[in-house]
């Protein structure tokens, strides 16, 4: 996953208690790999959301399941997977979960579709939503409700989608302009209100919009201007 600069999306007149929740939802729409660790054993995973929930969908061992300690039944998962070297003194805090993994039908749950747009096949057969229990982004500690989240783009993200999946050559310079690597053979493969994601042949990269957009037409009018700003 490559991190690409962010545009501030802090609104004076949210309250204050709704930063942190922003934020610590902005970081996770934004990374597509975390480190997961479960006691002594830690994994760098590539992870999608669950549109529905905003849990974190990964591809797991089965050892995953049969942990029977409290150590092994509790996870945490770290966002970013590794600190920007170049990133600012003042940049957010890394984003942990401590997160509860459980299995999903991988022939059935959307999230396993999305895994495979992003990631391609999965290493293993079986997957696991990770559902969060708590986060701590810094010295806020956010609990499992302020994090529950569904995406407000979720019915009409096929037909955004299709929008900047049409002219992948401008695709490719927007992404450019935007500030990201322009990308080999692009292909959009999510958008969110904080942003979009593109696969490249390497790789995923985040692609935020310049305000957090939470309805079909500010979605729309958000990547038009994407687009028209490479033309």
């Not at 929930?53 to 995953?64: F, I, L």
């Not at 991988?106 to 992003?118: G, I």
């Not at 942003?195 to 979605?219: I, M, N, Q």
Request: glycine letters at 4%.
């Amino acid at each position: 996953m490559t991190t690409h600069p962010r545009p501030n999306h802090d609104d004076p007149r949210q309250p204050p208690r709704d930063l942190p929740r922003d934020h610590a939802l902005r970081a996770l729409h934004a990374a597509a790999s975390a480190l997961h660790r479960c006691g002594e054993l830690t994994w760098r995973r590539p992870f999608v959301l669950d549109p529905a929930t905003a849990c974190p969908v990964v591809s797991v061992e089965p050892r995953v399941f049969d942990a029977a300690g409290p150590d092994e039944r509790e996870h945490l998962f770290f966002i970013p997977d590794e600190p920007a070297l170049d990133a600012p003194r003042d940049a957010p805090a890394p984003l942990q979960l401590l997160v509860t993994p459980e299995e999903i039908d991988a022939r059935a749950h959307e999230a396993a579709d999305r895994y495979a747009a992003y990631h391609g096949r999965a290493r293993s057969p079986r997957m696991a939503l990770l559902r969060i229990h708590t986060a701590r982004l810094g010295a806020d500690v956010l609990d499992a409700d302020e994090l529950a989240f569904t995406n407000p783009l979720r019915a009409t993200e096929s037909s955004l989608l299709r929008l900047l999946n049409a002219d992948r050559a401008l695709l490719a310079i927007a992404c450019e302009r935007a500030g990201a690597p322009r990308p080999h053979e692009p292909l959009a493969v999510g958008v969110d209100p904080w942003g979009l994601h593109v696969k490249g042949r390497v790789g995923v990269h985040r692609v935020e919009f310049p305000a957090r957009v939470d309805t079909p037409d500010a979605a729309r009018a958000a990547i038009e201007s994407l687009l028209n700003a490479a033309r």
